[in-house]
């Protein structure tokens, strides 16, 4: 079985950073595509920064500029670190990722979110 573990949500101040992580482990034999997707409250779930195997990286035009997705494949993790934040970056981040497991099948698993608050 694989589990998504994120960290780094939490409360920072307009224009602050945040760093956010996320980890995966169990069965794998290669990640294709991690990334990140956030949703605030009373709305959808939309996607914030993928990343792929390469290192081909795909970004909200909301987010661009202010943040950057990167992986270390070794240990299965992505991060995502999030400059200049906004009130409206403000939501639950999850974390995603496409993988294939050791039985050589194609699966998705997401992250159970990490908060992030952006507030004065």
């Known amino acids: 079985q694989v589990q998504l573990v994120e960290s780094g949500g939490g409360l920072v101040q307009p224009g602050g950073s945040l760093r956010l992580s996320c980890a995966a482990s169990g069965s794998i034999f290669s990640i294709n595509v991690m990334g990140w997707y956030r949703q605030a409250p009373g709305k959808q779930r939309e996607l914030v920064a993928t990343i792929t195997s390469s290192g081909t990286t795909n970004y909200a035009d909301s987010v661009k500029g202010r943040f950057t997705v990167s992986r270390d494949n070794a240990k299965n993790t992505v991060y995502l670190q999030m400059n200049s934040l906004q009130p409206e970056d403000a939501a639950d981040y999850y974390c995603?990722?496409?993988?294939?497991?050791?039985?050589?099948?194609?699966?998705?698993?997401w992250g159970q979110g990490t908060q992030v608050t952006v507030s004065s």
């Open positions: 995603n990722a496409n993988l294939v497991q050791t039985d050589w099948r194609q699966y998705v698993f």
